[in-house]
């Protein structure tokens, strides 16, 4: 398949892919000889990041499969489960080089600090190009945003080596080679903590964060004819793709195309729900008290 035929954040992915094998080998190698925990931290993390982005492009493949009688939602969601896992590695890697680099500390040992700076030039200006072409598609879902935050952490690891060689070749302080590595994983742990909060809220069928829930309840009730909003659940198929259902209770059944067309366009034009499903109950009709009948909410 030509590359004119895949999709633009999709051959950004496979163009990172590539870049991240390079930079894994030259640095994984580069780290023994040179005995840099820097250089072999980041050469882990970089092959972490080949899976996470190899899973990430997946991901994108498999959420464009059809809808069918057993997946009426079709497969958008694998966006979530892709970035948790991504997310999950992410911390594990973090882990990883924060306790390396506690290790470190008390057992500083001599490092190649020539070696170090030339290589993580070399990491610097990869990743800085990998994680570039990844950022003009990272506000496309939560997918595309994990492998992106993956590709920002070696970035910032990989100038972190530079800065870290620069500082031991002119001091002999072997020991900010770990400290470089330490600083790096705490920066970077409130974002992959957050990214697993989104995920796990999105897998969990959560409110959308950038929706209101009671702001929502509160304008289908504002809605002239409307008595009550009951069984009200907003949930996401996909990060562009919020869903709405909800039980609207009206005074005048004659109303009721009048107030489906209003809740409809509020919720369009207001919160950007298009995905809808109301169903508008008249006034008497007492279906909770159905024993066989409850709403969540």
């Known amino acids: 398949m030509s590359n004119k035929h895949i999709p633009k954040n999709l051959s950004n992915l496979i163009i990172a892919i590539i870049?991240?094998?390079?930079?894994t080998i030259f640095e994984f190698t580069?780290?023994?000889?040179?005995?840099?925990?820097?250089?072999?931290?980041?050469?882990?993390?970089?092959?972490?990041?080949?899976?996470?982005?190899?899973?990430?492009?997946?991901?994108e493949r498999v959420s464009t499969f059809p809808t069918n009688s057993?997946?009426?939602?079709?497969?958008?969601?694998?966006?979530?489960?892709?970035?948790?896992?991504?997310?999950?590695?992410?911390?594990?890697?973090?882990?990883?080089?924060?306790?390396?680099?506690?290790?470190?500390?008390?057992?500083?040992t001599a490092v190649s600090s020539i070696q170090m700076f030339y290589v993580g030039i070399f990491a610097v200006i990869g990743n800085g190009f990998a994680t570039w072409i990844l950022s003009k598609n990272s506000d496309r879902n939560i997918n595309i945003k994990a492998v992106w935050l993956h590709s920002l952490q070696d970035t910032l690891v990989s100038f972190g080596v530079v800065i870290g060689?620069?500082?031991?070749?002119?001091?002999?302080?072997?020991?900010?080679?770990?400290?470089?590595?330490?600083?790096?994983?705490?920066?970077?742990?409130?974002?992959?903590?957050?990214?697993?909060?989104?995920?796990?809220n999105a897998l969990l069928d959560s409110v959308p964060s950038n929706i209101k829930y009671e702001e929502v309840r509160a304008s289908l009730n504002a809605i002239n004819g409307v008595v009550?909003?009951?069984?009200?659940?907003?949930?996401?198929?996909?990060?562009?793709?919020?869903?709405?259902?909800a039980h609207i209770k009206i005074e005048d059944i004659t109303k009721l195309n009048d107030v489906f067309i209003k809740s409809r366009n509020v919720l369009l034009n207001k919160y950007g729900i298009v995905h809808t499903t109301l169903q508008i109950i008249p006034t008497g009709t007492e279906d909770n008290k159905d024993p066989n009948f409850k709403y969540c909410n």
Not at 165 to 182: H, K, L, Q, R
Not at 228 to 245: C, M
């Open 228 to 245: 009550n909003i009951n069984d009200l659940h907003i949930w996401s198929a996909s990060s562009n793709t919020p869903i709405l259902s």
């Open 70 to 108: 057993e997946k009426t939602y079709g497969y958008k969601k694998i966006e979530f489960v892709t970035a948790f896992v991504n997310s999950l590695i992410l911390l594990i890697a973090t882990i990883y080089i924060f306790y390396e680099g506690i290790s470190r500390l008390f057992t500083p």
């Open 165 to 200: 060689a620069a500082i031991i070749y002119f001091t002999g302080w072997n020991i900010v080679d770990p400290v470089i590595s330490i600083l790096i994983a705490l920066f970077l742990t409130k974002s992959i903590f957050y990214l697993l909060k989104e995920t796990l």
């Open 19 to 23: 870049i991240n094998i390079g930079i």
């Open 30 to 59: 580069l780290g023994i000889l040179s005995n840099s925990l820097a250089l072999i931290s980041d050469a882990f993390h970089n092959a972490t990041d080949i899976s996470s982005i190899i899973l990430g492009y997946i991901s």
